[in-house]
């Protein structure tokens, strides 16, 4: 494998033959749905709805015959959320939600061929969730789907609509007249998609990436390059052979104190699904939104953008509205980017998410870390947790 040097010395190397290398014995054409199990789906899709803007488009439950639990389907453009919760105390969802919180369970692929995907993964090393290839009937068609194990709890389904036209899946039914959105955002599409790991466990994650989905690895940050004075962590980003699929996988390292991995670890007693980014082509206006929603993000010290424009040249927007609206941006060989991140999104220190704007740069924002961690710490320090 042919490595150069990351766009900000040392740490970062980066794969440039990732997209040639990714083997094509599994074929996804992106990611159909991220599906979270949480304590109350009502709630949590007002909060999707009122704060995020997405609409809320299918629904299942009792009024569709569903008895062990409720989900709703919000949708933003390309970027489809089910958010799923148990209504009895014994199953999987309320064992999930009574270890986790809330959280991801569930990053779906379209596929092509539901049966050939569980196929191609189980016997390549991955342990079956689901092989029954017909998730059901209805009048709207079939929905053929399989499923296997990733890290922690998360499982990936395959899914295939080809012969399925209703709302969502058999026991979703369309909601009639959905209730406004909050107006004016623009998330467009999930852009990556972060997995947290035990320590040690990153090269165990990459090669079953690599080995049982057919993955390449494209960017690899040891911990010299992810670390502040106190903490540390290692990642390594893998992606599928269409680049729509982007897995950074993140385990911690020693350091003085507790890596902010770890504090996940602890807190969502697993690994399990970090952040999620949105990608958008409007950063200010999405997050100005954001704000005014009531949606907290992390805090960018003043000294971080000391000296930001030197590095990162001009980006089409002055720096005095990046730093008021608390937006990152880094550069690379091939662009800049411009992120923000915001604050755990549920009562634990767990899931966050991300939102990204993209300008050449296929990065993640290397650049950025280490402020972006001496964030985090601040608000693990205020959490008892560093
Ligand atoms: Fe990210």
């Known amino acids: 494998m042919t490595t150069l040097q990351g766009p900000v010395g040392s740490g970062a190397r980066v794969n440039p033959n990732a997209y040639a290398e990714a083997k094509d014995f599994l074929p996804l054409k992106g990611i ?34 569903v008895r062990d639990r409720t ?13 799923t919760a148990p209504l009895t105390p014994d199953g999987e969802i309320a064992e999930h939600v009574r270890l986790h919180g809330d959280g991801v369970h569930d990053i779906a692929f379209a596929v092509d061929d539901v049966r050939s995907a569980w196929h191609e993964t189980t ?18 068609g ?6 296997i194990h990733t890290y922690g709890e998360v499982i990936h389904s395959f899914i295939d609509r080809s012969e399925y036209h209703g709302a ?20 467009l599409e999930i852009d990556h998609c972060v997995g947290n790991v035990e320590l040690g466990d990153m090269d165990r994650f990459v090669d079953f990436y690599r080995d049982v989905l057919g993955f390449a ?25 269409n680049g729509r699929i982007k897995f950074p996988i993140n385990e911690p390292a020693h350091g003085r104190k507790k890596s902010q991995i770890q504090e996940f670890l602890d807190w969502y007693r697993s690994p399990g699904t970090q952040h999620i980014a949105l990608r958008t082509e409007d950063i200010v206006g999405t997050v100005t939104r954001l704000r005014e929603a009531g949606v907290e993000f992390l805090k960018m010290p003043h000294e971080y953008y000391v000296g930001l424009q030197e590095r990162v040249g001009d980006v089409g927007v002055p720096y005095e509205t990046l730093e008021q ?5 880094d550069r690379d060989e091939e662009g800049f980017l411009l992120q923000i991140f915001t604050r755990p999104i549920q009562d634990r220190p767990t899931f966050f998410f991300e939102i990204i704007e993209r300008h050449g740069s296929r990065g993640f924002g290397v650049g950025n870390f280490k402020a972006l961690f001496e964030a985090l710490e601040r608000e693990q320090a205020k959490r008892g947790n560093l």
């Open 71 to 83: 989900s709703y389907l919000m949708v933003q453009n390309d970027i489809r959320l089910v958010l």
């Open 168 to 187: 969502f899946a058999p026991g979703f039914r369309r909601v009639k007249r959905p209730a406004a959105a909050a107006g004016g955002l623009s998330l």
């Open 142 to 147: 079939t929905l053929r789907r399989s499923a």
């Open 217 to 241: 690895q494209l960017i690899h940050y040891d911990d010299k390059v992810i670390h502040t004075e106190y903490s540390a962590l290692m990642s390594k980003v893998m992606t599928n052979g």
């Open 325 to 329: 609206l608390g937006i990152e941006a």
């Open 32 to 65: 159909d749905y991220v599906e979270f199990w949480v304590g109350n789906a009502r709630q949590a899709a007002a909060y999707f709805r009122a704060l995020w803007g997405f609409t809320p488009v299918a629904y299942a439950g009792l009024e569709t015959g």
């Open 123 to 140: 016997s390549r090393g991955a342990r079956s969730y689901l092989e029954f290839a017909e998730a059901g009937s209805d009048e709207d």
